[in-house]
């Protein structure tokens, strides 16, 4: 239903802790509209920098526009502290284990699934490395319906690329994408280039996937981070996040 | 993480952290995305003591090529050092 001046919103954002991968307690940020529903859920997959700032104001842009949004963080099982300080240190190791994340990812979508104000309908959405995991957790597991990647590099990786942490290429995972696909990207960025955006695409379409991509000219990585003003790009972002809402009503529902 | 490019050497020495002076015990050098200069990567050195938790840390975050300026002020500096403690 379109909002009204008239109608009456409200919102929950709190920290919760929850079982994720391997039933390991979580911390995630989590927010939803006042009111019984139905409504439909997102996972929002932080980036390399971590559970920052700008992931819990999108977390709750997601509930302010009617969704039950949940943003595990992704580093909390390897210290507790100032987010840069952490991210700092993930920095160095390398990352979070690919595994883990898509664990975590589905324990948040089984969480959010099983409240009794969900529609059962839940979509997953990540930038950066974010964007890459948030891809992988679509094709490996069966618990989304919707996945918004956005400029997430190492989605297409070189055999010299691959680590313990991340053994597979995202790509290859492809043939098994269960939900249709949304992709914003900027041709100036160089994770991903264009042409490994190109790469990503040609596999989808040969498994017959339903995507969408977006390729913005005059913007580059991080295009939509309003708090990194080399990044951001007010126009492209202003028609990115349209996009990004006009794709899960299309597939989850609200508003 | 998003490049692969990180770099470690062990260290010795202290180092003056948002809470006080610690011991460093090891540098970790990458070329990724910093938290606080406006780039995309950046060429980013946190000096840690990894055993002290994670605010024990000084970070840089430099461009290529202050980096590379940073790079060869320490060594010209080494250099002069060793010259002088060997009285040459």
């Given at each position: 239903m379109p909002y009204r001046t008239d109608h009456y919103e409200g919102m929950l954002a709190e920290t919760a802790v929850i079982?994720?991968?391997?039933?390991?307690?979580?911390?995630?940020?989590?927010?939803?509209?006042?009111?019984?529903?139905?409504?439909p859920s997102v996972v929002l997959i932080h980036h390399m920098p971590g559970w920052d700032t700008w992931y819990k104001e999108a977390t709750r842009k997601f509930a302010s526009r009617g969704y039950a949004a949940i943003a595990p963080d992704l580093y909390c099982r390897v210290a507790q502290g100032a987010p840069e300080d952490v991210g700092a240190k993930v920095r160095a190791e390398g990352g979070v284990p690919d595994d883990q994340v898509v664990g975590d990812a589905a324990a948040c979508a089984r969480f959010l699934r099983s409240q009794?104000?969900?529609?059962?309908?839940?979509?997953?959405?990540?930038?950066c490395s974010g964007g890459r995991h948030a891809y992988l957790a679509a094709c490996r597991s069966t618990a989304f319906d919707a996945v918004a990647d956005l400029w997430g590099g190492g989605v297409v990786m070189r055999p010299e690329d691959l680590t313990e942490k991340r053994p597979v290429a995202p790509i290859d995972y492809t043939k098994d994408l269960p939900c249709p696909l949304l992709g914003l990207f900027g041709e100036?960025?160089?994770?991903?280039?264009?042409?490994?955006?190109?790469?990503?695409?040609?596999?989808?379409?040969?498994?017959?996937?339903?995507y969408e991509f977006t390729m913005y000219p005059g913007a580059a990585h991080g295009f939509f981070y309003h708090d990194r003003p080399a990044a951001y790009r007010a126009e492209q972002a202003v028609d990115?996040?349209?996009?990004?809402?006009?794709?899960?009503?299309?597939?989850?529902?609200?508003? | 993480m998003c490049t692969n490019i990180v770099e470690h050497t062990p260290l010795a020495g202290s180092g003056k952290g948002a809470t006080g002076w610690f011991k460093v015990a090891q540098a970790h050098v990458?070329?990724?995305?910093?938290?606080?200069?406006?780039?995309?990567?950046?060429?980013?050195?946190?000096f840690t003591n990894d055993a002290a938790g994670v605010d024990a840390r000084v970070a840089v975050e430099l461009t290529l090529d202050s980096a590379k300026n940073l790079a060869a002020a320490i060594l010209a500096a080494v250099d002069r050092a060793e010259r002088y403690e060997s009285g040459a």
């Open positions: 079982p994720g991968a391997d039933g390991d307690p979580i911390y995630t940020y989590f927010a939803r509209p006042l009111g019984t529903g139905p409504f009794t104000y969900s529609n059962g309908k839940v979509g997953v959405f990540g930038t100036d960025d160089r994770a991903p280039t264009p042409e490994q955006v190109a790469i990503h695409e040609e596999e989808l379409k040969k498994h017959g996937k339903q990115g996040w349209q996009k990004v809402f006009a794709f899960f009503r299309q597939h989850l529902g609200a508003e | 990458t070329y990724d995305h910093p938290f606080h200069v406006d780039l995309e990567h950046a060429l980013n050195i946190d």
